[in-house]
Nanobody, 117 residues
Framework: QVQLDESGGGLVQAGGSLRLSCAAS??????YGWFRQAPGKVSEFVAS????????TYADSVKGRFTISRDNAKNTVYLQMNNLKPEDTAVYYC????????????RGQGTQVTVSS
């Protein structure tokens, strides 16, 4: 059974940092990503990483502030978020792709990130 367990969310002041973790179990995937959804808004892509090559992609809104990384031994993906802004407030979801291209195949339950001004 595939599971994606996110952790690391919380409340932080603007300018602060948080690190989200996504531990995958049940199988390995070709690519992992982070998405977020703020109240009343559609889900937004944040970042992704290819498992074998380590190639990363980022949304323009987080470039230079967020870093996605992986730990192969732990089958875990991280999202380091620095210089957080109130507009980063959202539920953050980890997603896993069976194949590098296309849409994701699995998604976690999400972790809340709240940035106060």
């Amino acid at each position: 059974q595939v599971q994606l367990d996110e952790s690391g969310g919380g409340l932080v002041q603007a300018g602060g940092s948080l690190r989200l973790s996504c531990a995958a179990s049940g199988r390995t995937f070709s690519r992992y990503g982070w998405f977020r959804q703020a109240p009343g808004k559609v889900s937004e892509f944040v970042a992704s990483i290819n498992w074998s090559s380590g190639t990363t992609t980022y949304a323009d809104s987080v470039k230079g502030r967020f870093t996605i990384s992986r730990d192969n031994a732990k089958n875990t993906v991280y999202l380091q978020m620095n210089n957080l802004k109130p507009e980063d407030t959202a539920v953050y979801y980890c997603a896993a792709y069976l194949y590098v291209g296309g849409t994701y195949d699995y998604r976690g339950q999400g972790t809340q990130v709240t940035v106060s001004s």
